[in-house]
Every structure is written in structure tokens, then in C-alpha cells.
């Protein structure tokens, strides 16, 4: 069986789209505005909004740093940054269990979610000039 790391590698990466940390990130942000959209209406310009940005930002970060690739600590910079993000939108997703927003098998489908970008995260820092 291939780990992420070595599926990611057989696969031709042609743009940032093709990278699958970039896939999941992007997917799990829309599924984030789509629970995000049953929150309590007093949460529209916080909780929600906190989500939505913080979960945006992790594939935005890896496009914006796929653009800028040829230079190492620009990239670098991007994918820490999305993994910051990824880091926040956890914490995000714990505060919308703990008001009850989410119920406990969605955060823990999405909080894996996010484990796994952040595995993804970490494997393509360590191991980005292969995609280039």
C-alpha cells in the first residue's frame, strides 16, 4: 500500500491544482460553508466567518506559493502559512463543537480532515522540489 507521500508522487503535478493537499484543502473548505450556513445567525460575522477564512486560506496559501515556487523560502513561507491556517481552522472547529454548532461525528470527520492536510502540508515541505 502507497503512503500520501508516495501517491502524491506518482501522480504528474503540473499546477497547484493537481496537488492533492491542494484537492482536500479546497474541499473541505466548501463543505465548512456549507455547515457553517446552519449556524445560529449571530455567528454570520464570527464563528462562521473565522471558519470560512481560516479554512480558505490553506488552499489560497498553497496556490499563492505554487505560483512563487522558484523561490524556496517564498514557498516554504506559503505552506507554513497554510499550515497555520490549517492549525486555526482546528481550533475553530472545536469552539463550533463546544457551542454545539457541530455534532461530534462531523468535527471528528473534518478534524481528520484537516490531520490529513496537515500531514500533506508537512510531507510537501519536506519534499517540494520533486513536484517541480
Not at 40 to 62: G, M, V
Not at 108 to 117: A, S
Amino acid at each position: 500500500m502507497l503512503t500520501t507521500v508516495e501517491k502524491m508522487a506518482k501522480k504528474i503535478v503540473r499546477t497547484y491544482a493537481d496537488l492533492n493537499v491542494y484537492t482536500r484543502s479546497y474541499e473541505l473548505a466548501m463543505e465548512i460553508y456549507v455547515y457553517t450556513k446552519q449556524f445560529p445567525k449571530e455567528e454570520t460575522y464570527a464563528l462562521s466567518d473565522q471558519l470560512r477564512r481560516a479554512s480558505r486560506s490553506i488552499p489560497a496559501n498553497i496556490a499563492e506559493g505554487w505560483a512563487k515556487r522558484k523561490y524556496q523560502n517564498v514557498f516554504i513561507r506559503h505552506l507554513n502559512d497554510a499550515n497555520g491556517s490549517c492549525e486555526e481552522t482546528k481550533t475553530w472547529l472545536r469552539f463550533a463543537l463546544d457551542c454545539q454548532y457541530l455534532e461530534q461525528d462531523l468535527f471528528e470527520k473534518l478534524l481528520r480532515g484537516y490531520n490529513d492536510v496537515g500531514a500533506m502540508l508537512n510531507a510537501l515541505m519536506k519534499r517540494w522540489k520533486t513536484y517541480d
